[in-house]
């Protein structure tokens, strides 16, 4: 399922108390992670069909990454954009899907809450 179409069945106040109680996110950040996860929601039809997003729980810590189904290559996804985001593909099974959307959105913003946040990350890691 693509991540815009699995945030269609989420509420983002539902997926907001999953941040909070997961991740040290404060009701200060509301807005700002909502206007993220509608970007996503909202984000055009791109051909991105190869990108599976996994999200692996370990003992202390959960990991988001991507794989390459063409390449069969893990992937590093923190300098996509949020309409790449919403174009990617995840698993879904039988896990809760608004943690998912929490830690895809955790993720997504590691790098700021704006497009031009993730451009800026880009050009300083290339420094």
């Known amino acids: ?14 997926i907001f108390e999953v941040l909070k109680s997961q991740y040290k996110i ?17 984000s055009a039809q791109l051909n991105i069909d190869t990108i599976l997003v996994t999200i692996k729980q370990y003992e202390d810590y959960i990991d988001v990454y991507g794989v390459d189904l063409e390449k069969n290559k893990p992937l590093t996804l923190e300098y996509s954009t949020f309409e790449e985001w919403g174009n990617f593909t995840v698993l879904i099974e039988n896990k809760n899907k608004f943690e ?28």
């Open 1 to 14: 399922m693509q991540i815009k179409e699995l945030s269609k069945e989420c509420d983002f106040k539902g």
């Open 26 to 42: 404060y009701d200060e950040e509301y807005f700002k992670y909502e206007g993220v996860f509608n970007k996503i929601r909202e």
């Open 100 to 127: 998912i959307m929490a830690h895809i959105l955790q993720e997504a913003t590691y790098n700021g809450f704006t497009d031009e946040d993730i451009k800026s990350a880009i050009f300083n890691n290339l420094k």
